[in-house]
């Protein structure tokens, strides 16, 4: 089946501190989502990303729709100790119908020291 | 932003009770719900997608007849537990999605099951 690997499994910064992680897949996505859980409770939608080459924004955070549509990467500028948690990364080969099924990446915890 | 309310957000009950957890999408129609499990630590599995008025489809290796799932309105899906045993602890979370056009997956806040 499909498969997405995040990396880094794992991120320790400083506060004010940028963070980059992505994702690739062996597969050729559609749609890329990223998603971001607190502890106890479900994922957030953060981004969300419809066409290969796309970029955008959510305030501080930036993340891109690779050309090749196997990877996306997602940017958080000058991170605050409430950007901690895990970010996942999600994609679907098929946007709309019965057959839609998102794939997750195994998750990137993040954790801001103060 | 679209909002997905599942309830009750935390269970402890005996071995052998059957639970019922809820999701519901307050703001959309959701065409189609999907049920999650997750471990500690680990990412998101998926056990069964719903579309709204049809059985649901179970992933590989999840059993239909322990985890009953109903989707019988465009706002409502049920996961019922069935006798419930230790190994069925776990935190489990439902999404809903509106099916047509490039609609992405809202989340529940999960609920935290715990079978003594």
């Known amino acids: 089946g499909q498969q997405l690997n995040q990396s880094p499994q794992s991120m320790f910064i400083q506060e004010g501190e940028d963070v980059s992680m992505n994702c690739t897949s062996s597969s050729i996505f559609n749609t890329w989502l990223w998603y971001k859980q607190d502890p106890g409770e479900g994922p957030v939608l953060l981004i969300a990303?419809?066409?290969?080459?796309e970029l955008t924004s959510n305030g501080r955070l930036t993340a891109q729709f690779g050309i090749t549509r196997k990877d996306s990467f997602l940017n958080i500028s000058a991170s605050i100790p409430s950007d901690v948690g895990i970010y996942f990364c999600?994609?679907?080969?098929?946007?709309?119908?019965?057959?839609?099924?998102?794939?997750f990446g195994k998750g990137t915890l993040l954790t801001v020291n103060p | 932003g679209a909002v997905v309310s599942q309830h009750p957000s935390w269970v402890i009950c005996k071995s052998g009770t059957s639970v019922k957890i809820e999701c519901r999408s307050l703001d959309f129609q959701a065409t189609t719900m999907f049920w999650y499990r997750q471990f500690p630590k680990q990412s998101l599995m998926l056990m069964a997608t719903?579309?709204?008025?049809?059985?649901?489809?179970?992933e590989q290796g999840v059993e239909k007849d322990k985890f009953l799932i109903n989707h019988a309105s465009l706002t409502l899906s049920t996961l019922t537990v069935t006798s419930a045993h230790p190994e069925d602890s776990s935190f489990y979370i439902c999404?809903?999605?509106?099916?047509?056009?490039?609609?992405?997956?809202?989340f529940g806040d999960g609920t935290r099951l715990s079978i003594l």
């Open positions: 999600a994609g679907t080969t098929n946007s709309g119908g019965s057959n839609y099924k998102l794939t």
């Open positions: 719903s579309n709204e008025g049809s059985k649901a489809t179970y």
């Open positions: 990303l419809y066409k290969a080459g």
């Open positions: 999404s809903a999605r509106y099916a047509e056009g490039n609609q992405p997956q809202h």
